[in-house]
């Protein structure tokens, strides 16, 4: 073969490895990339939206205190960088960074100096303000439970984008046992009548909210029970004519309720069955929702715990 016919086809076979190598470079370049790509988790948040959260999660943001109880529940108070202004326990929680509050507004800009891998929103938070995170590119988790069966769900679905599902599944194993406990002990009993008054202007729970749903696993029935909305504005009349066996207040003093003009006919009132109870612990959908649970029941039926 003569000289030049070999040089010409040892360029062309250098100029086809190179082309090939750029051609596989090309196709391998992507995906090394996607590799290194920070990995995320996509999930449904209790509004139906789909959320995708950096893992792993290292620095939290919690707008909402029950969002905090069931963080330090967990035990990611480690990874706790900010709180609500609500936010007051466990007592732990008062030492971490406020970023506003409900009625104050939140600070943007602490947030942002804060940088968390997630923030978990609920129900108390506009949706200017989940937009306004989102815009800043926050993935933003929102927490929304009604009921106890939704506190459970949502402790599972913390604990799965945050590394902690063994102890996710571990608290609601230990809090579910505690609910049946209680529903075991009143299933079948008579259930007295109950008045939840929320503040000194006749507010209560109704159909649809924490407090009806407790009620009835703690072998009450609520006497708004029937009304439109989980949130009811009572007058007097209603409360007088209801005639509830039990009364439970979270703000009102209870020898104020017992004073209370043309109210002494009430049945709660004159056997002495008005009980004052911390409303957090049937307001908050978080793990301590269990502890107002077994509160109810103590005062709604004292003979069934001895």
């Known amino acids: 073969m ?24 090309l196709l391998v370049a992507p995906a090394l990339q996607e590799v ?15 959320v995708t959260v950096p893992q792993p999660v290292e ?21 706790v960088v900010g709180v609500d202004q609500a936010s007051n326990y466990p007592l732990e929680a008062q030492n971490k960074t406020v970023v506003g509050g409900y009625f104050g507004g939140y600070n943007l800009e602490v947030i942002t100096v804060l940088d968390p891998q997630l923030i978990l929103a609920s129900s108390i938070n506009s949706e200017e303000l989940i937009g306004e995170l989102e815009n800043r590119s926050f993935a933003v988790v929102v927490l929304d439970a009604s009921d106890i069966d939704g506190v459970f ?13 063994s102890e996710a599944q571990g608290l609601i194993s230990n809090l579910t046992a505690r609910v ?36 009835g696993l703690a072998g009450g029935e609520n006497i708004a029970g ?22 439970i207040t979270v703000f009102t003093p209870v020898e104020e309720i017992k004073s209370r003009p043309g109210w002494s006919d009430i049945p709660a009132i004159q056997n002495d069955k008005v009980f004052a109870i911390d409303g957090d612990l049937i307001s908050r959908p978080g793990p301590r929702i269990v502890d107002g649970l077994e509160e109810l029941a103590h005062v709604i039926h004292p003979e069934l715990f001895p």
């Open 59 to 79: 620095r939290i943001i919690s707008l909402a205190p029950s969002n905090t109880e069931i963080l330090f529940a967990l035990g990611l108070d480690d990874k």
């Open 2 to 25: 003569a000289q030049g016919t070999s040089t010409l086809i040892i360029v062309v076979m250098a100029a086809v490895v190179f082309v090939g190598g750029l051609s596989v470079g």
């Open 226 to 247: 029937s009304m439109g909305s989980p949130w009811v504005k009572l007058d007097e009349e209603f409360v007088v004519s209801s005639s509830p066996q039990v009364i």
């Open 153 to 165: 769900d949502d402790i599972e679905l913390v604990g799965s984008i945050t590394s902690a599902a």
């Open 180 to 215: 049946e406990t209680i529903t075991n002990l009143t299933l079948g009993v008579e259930t007295p009548s109950v008045y939840i008054e929320l503040d000194n202007n006749l507010w209560t729970y109704g159909p649809g909210s924490f407090g009806d749903d407790l009620l």
């Open 36 to 50: 290194e790509e920070p990995s995320g988790v996509r999930i449904v948040d209790d509004y139906g939206r789909e």
